[in-house]
């Protein structure tokens, strides 16, 4: 019984593990710009050798990894760190799976900034860094979003093609708004050899996504219109639509509005596919999906993780016939393919 006392007992850790949870994003921050877990996928092991490699203090780097390893990051046994499977695959500079570049958006200061301002955002309802917040006009953001994140969307990318792919079957003509990186058009272009892809970002992002169709080999069915997608001409008879994680920067008439251009530019019987994060009905589950809500408070002016039956209703106004959601095998995002 007085176990069963003490597990319920209140306690402030909670608290203290939130309130403390920057060191952890300092933290993974510093190792990646010193190249520790690099240092030692090469075989340093001892924080002697770790530190000859990063052109660190012994200290300094003693103490990093055992923080490291406190939060899961790395192994220690003795004097001696290795990494932890996660860390071999996905940090690892040398992995062709590596994503801390990705450190370059999540960790922005116009991200930053926007949480750091947060108590503003939920008094106003919406950023409180700027008036239009990441959604500014050739936000320079959007071009390190389109360089460090790449390596985390190949998978989904890779998966959502695979999925268009069985439930639509082969598709010729492919508009991909806000393109960013470009992956996700590019691996409809792989899967589909007589496709044509159209990209529409902003034009310094652009040049990250034709770097990318040039080294996957599609260059030569890679066409791109620059511009806003509220003011660009789509041009017409697509037979798909991509909106990869766009929709939730916008409140639902702004979606709607862009919906009905998507609707009209595409050929007979084409399907606007959607990525997005889907939380459930009670908006707490599932926890990544639903917590995406505040980053959205946090750095648009009206930005939101919509719900299912949210989409649905956006599309239906926007004239489309239906809308039917599929899992991907990375949990947290989902694809909405909605038809003509």
């Known amino acids: 019984m007085a176990t069963q006392q003490s597990a319920a007992s209140p306690s402030p850790m909670l608290f203290f593990e939130t309130v403390n949870s920057y060191q952890r994003s300092a933290a993974i921050k510093a190792a990646i710009e010193l190249g520790l877990f690099t240092a030692i996928a090469d075989g340093a092991e001892t924080a002697q050798e770790i530190a000859e490699k990063c052109g660190a203090s012994e200290r300094g780097t003693r ?9 899961g990051f790395l192994n220690k046994h003795g004097q001696s760190y ?9 940090l690892n500079q040398k992995s062709p799976a590596y994503v801390g570049g990705a450190i370059e958006f999540l960790l922005s ?10 108590t503003a955002a939920v008094r106003k309802g919406g950023t409180a860094i700027s008036e239009e917040g990441s959604v ?3 936000n320079p953001v959007w071009v390190k979003f389109a360089q460090a994140m790449a ?3 190949a998978f989904n990318a890779q998966m959502m093609a695979q999925l268009i792919d069985r439930q639509i079957g082969k598709v010729n003509k492919v508009l991909d708004i806000a393109a960013g990186h470009g992956l996700f058009g590019i691996e409809v272009a792989r899967l589909n050899p007589d496709a044509q892809i159209v990209a529409l970002d902003w034009p310094d992002v652009l040049e990250v996504a034709k770097e990318n169709a040039q080294k996957a080999g599609v260059a030569d069915r890679y066409d791109t219109i620059a511009g806003s997608a509220f003011e660009s001409d789509f041009g017409s008879g697509y037979d798909i639509v991509l909106l990869t994680n766009f ?6 008439p702004t979606n709607e509005a862009l919906l009905r251009k998507v609707h009209a530019v595409l050929a007979d019987g084409g399907r606007a596919i959607t990525l997005e994060f889907v939380p459930n009905e009670d908006r707490t589950t599932p926890p990544v999906a639903a917590a995406f809500s505040l980053i959205m408070l946090s750095s648009t002016p009206s930005g939101d993780a919509y719900t299912f039956a949210e989409f649905e209703k956006m599309f239906s106004n926007a004239g489309f016939s239906r809308t039917e959601l599929h899992e991907l095998p990375v949990p947290f995002q989902q694809v909405l393919i909605s038809e003509k």
């Open 63 to 71: 103490i990093l990894c055992d923080y490291l390893t406190i939060k």
């Open 82 to 90: 290795s990494l932890t499977p996660d860390s071999s695959l996905f």
């Open 109 to 118: 200061p116009m991200l930053v900034e926007g949480f750091n301002n947060l």
């Open 136 to 138: 500014s006009p050739e």
């Open 151 to 153: 390596p985390l969307a």
């Open 247 to 252: 929709l939730h920067h916008f409140d639902p």
